[in-house]
C-alpha cells in the first residue's frame, strides 16, 4: 500500500472519528450516574486549598454558581480560582460532561483530586497556547505527565498538531478542526481513570485523544473528580460553563475474563490465563513453554507460531501485548493452509501485523501488514509496557488499531500482482493477495525472542 497522501490522511482521520463517535453514542445511558441536576450544586463543594487561591490568603476558592442550567466559575476577586469537587470519592470511572467555556481561561476536569487538588488533570486550557483533553500531573504530582498532542494558537479555531514519541498523535487534522469543534456551543469532553499506576483515556466530542499508561504508583487509589478555575490575571469576567456532568463507576479490570458487556455483543475468550487449552504449534504438535504470568509466550513452544485450534474468517481480535527488548514478532491472520510450500515456512500462508522493538513506521514495524502496509505510526509504548491491539478482519479489508488509534487500513483486493504492492513497489511475496484464502487460523509468533500475550479475545463478524 502507498503511503497516505495529505488529502487520503485527513480522510482517513475524518472517517476515524465518525466510526469512534458512533461507537461512543452506542453507551448504554442507564451506565451513567448525574453529578449535576440543573439547578443547585448539591453534591458538589468549592475548595479554597490549592495554590489557586492565594490571592484570597485560601479563604475562597473562586466564583462558583448554577445559570441557565450550567456549572458557571470565574475568578472571584482578580487572580483567585480554585476547584469545585464533587463531594464523594471515585477509584475507577469515566466521567463527561459538555462545555461551553469563555476562550481565555485556565480549566480543567480533575481525577481522583484531593482537597488541595493534587490530580491527574483532563487539561481544559481554552486559551493561546492551551489544549484540551491532554493529561496533566497537577499539584504535587509535579506536572508528571504533562502528554498533549495540539496546541491552541492565538484563536479558538486555529490549532497546531505536536507530536513525539510519548504524545499520542492527533485524530483530527487542523484544518478540520472549526468544523470538529464547535466554539460558542456545547461539546462534549469525557475522560477514564482506571488502576493504580492508572490508565488514563480522554475524548472529545466521541473522538479518543489522548491514552495514556502511568508506570510508578504516585497517587492514592480514590479521589473527587473536580473543575477548576485557574488564579492569576484578572479573569473575573470571563468564564468556564459546564453541563450534563455524569459518571459512570468502572469494575477494575480483571485479565483473561470477558466482561457482560463483551458477552453481550458476542466477544469469545481464547486464552483462560492458566492453561494452554485451545492452542497448539503450527505444526499441531503440543506447545513447549507454559503460561507465563497469565500471558501465552510463543518464544520456544515448539514451531513457527502458536495458533489457536480453530480457524476463522471475519472478525474483530483484541489482544494484550508486552515483547521484550529486540523482539521481533508478530500476529498472523487467516493462515491457511498449515502445510508450508516447499522452501518457505508457514508465515507465508498467512497475513502478518508485525509486533517489533523499533521506532520507526516502515514496513517491518509494529502496526505494519508485514512487508505490504506501512503504519500511519508506530503507537508502541515502551518495551515492557503492555499494549493493545486490534485487528479487524472483514473480506479484503484489514483494520489495525495501537493502543486505540487507528494506524493501518488494507484493502487486499488492490494486491492485484505476486511481489507488487498498489503503487508498484516490490515486496517478497510471490502471492497475490487479493487471492488469499479468507479464512484460516491466528497466531502468534515465535521469531526468537521473548513476549507475551493475554486478554486474547475475538469476536466473529458476519460476511
Not at 491514552?211 to 468564564?239: A, C
Not at 493477495?433 to 525472542?449: A, E, M, V, Y
Request: proline fraction near 6%; charged fraction near 20%; charge should be neutral.
Amino acid at each position: 500500500m502507498t503511503p497516505p497522501t495529505a488529502s487520503r490522511l485527513s480522510t482517513t482521520r475524518i472517517l476515524i472519528y465518525v466510526f469512534i463517535l458512533s461507537r461512543a453514542a452506542a453507551l448504554p445511558a442507564a451506565d451513567w450516574t448525574p453529578l449535576f441536576n440543573g439547578s443547585t450544586l448539591g453534591g458538589w463543594h468549592a475548595s479554597a486549598k490549592t495554590g489557586h487561591s492565594r490571592a484570597s490568603n485560601n479563604q475562597s476558592g473562586g466564583r462558583w454558581v448554577v445559570e441557565d442550567g450550567g456549572i458557571v466559575g470565574s475568578q472571584d476577586i482578580p487572580g483567585n480560582g480554585g476547584i469545585l469537587l464533587t463531594d464523594e470519592s471515585y477509584g475507577d470511572f469515566e466521567v463527561a460532561l459538555e462545555m461551553k467555556n469563555d476562550f481565555g481561561p485556565d480549566s480543567g476536569l480533575f481525577l481522583r483530586s484531593t482537597e488541595d487538588g493534587t490530580a491527574f488533570q483532563a487539561m481544559i486550557d481554552y486559551h493561546a497556547g492551551g489544549n484540551l483533553m491532554g493529561i496533566y500531573g497537577e499539584g504535587a504530582l509535579g506536572a508528571r505527565p504533562h502528554v498533549r498532542n495540539f496546541v491552541f494558537l492565538d484563536s479558538v479555531t486555529t490549532i497546531r498538531e505536536e507530536t513525539g514519541p510519548s504524545k499520542p498523535s492527533l485524530p483530527v487534522l487542523p484544518e478540520a478542526w472549526p468544523q470538529f469543534w464547535r466554539h460558542g456551543n456545547w461539546n462534549e469532553l469525557r475522560a477514564r481513570i482506571v488502576g493504580n499506576p492508572p490508565r488514563i483515556t480522554t475524548w472529545i466530542n466521541g473522538v479518543q485523544f489522548s491514552d495514556w499508561q502511568e508506570t510508578e504508583k504516585r497517587h492514592p487509589d480514590t479521589g473527587h473528580i473536580g473543575l477548576q478555575v485557574h488564579g492569576g490575571g484578572d479573569l473575573t469576567r470571563q468564564f468556564v460553563r459546564y453541563r450534563n456532568i455524569r459518571v459512570q463507576k468502572l469494575q477494575a479490570s480483571v485479565d483473561n475474563a470477558l466482561t457482560e458487556a463483551e458477552r453481550r455483543e458476542g466477544w469469545q475468550l481464547l486464552f483462560d490465563g492458566r492453561s494452554l487449552n485451545g492452542w497448539m504449534n503450527s505444526d499441531r504438535t503440543a506447545p513447549r513453554t507454559p503460561v507465563e504470568e497469565s500471558a501465552l509466550n510463543p518464544h520456544r513452544a515448539g514451531h513457527y507460531m502458536l495458533i489457536h485450534t480453530q480457524e476463522w474468517a471475519n472478525f474483530v481480535w483484541k489482544v494484550d501485548f508486552k515483547l521484550s527488548p529486540r523482539c521481533n514478532s508478530g500476529l498472523f491472520v487467516r493462515t491457511s493452509p498449515l502445510t508450508p510450500r516447499p522452501g518457505k515456512d508457514v508465515g507465508y500462508n498467512g497475513l502478518e501485523i508485525a509486533l517489533d522493538d523499533t521506532f520507526t513506521a516502515g514496513f517491518h514495524d509494529t502496526g505494519a501488514l508485514y512487508d505490504l502496509s506501512k503504519p500511519t505510526r508506530n503507537a508502541m509504548r515502551p518495551i515492557g509496557e503492555w499494549n493493545h491491539i486490534e485487528i479487524t478482519c472483514h473480506g479484503p479489508r484489514i483494520q489495525v488499531a495501537l493502543n486505540g488509534e487507528a494506524v493501518n487500513d488494507i484493502d487486499l483486493s488492490r494486491f492485484v500482482e505476486a511481489y507488487r504492492r498498489p503503487d508498484g513497489s516490490q515486496h517478497k511475496f510471490d502471492i497475490a493477495f487479493r487471492d488469499h484464502p479468507r479464512q484460516g487460523f491466528i497466531g502468534l509468533q515465535d521469531h526468537g525472542s521473548p513476549c507475551w500475550f493475554k486478554n486474547i479475545k475475538l469476536k466473529p463478524l458476519s460476511d
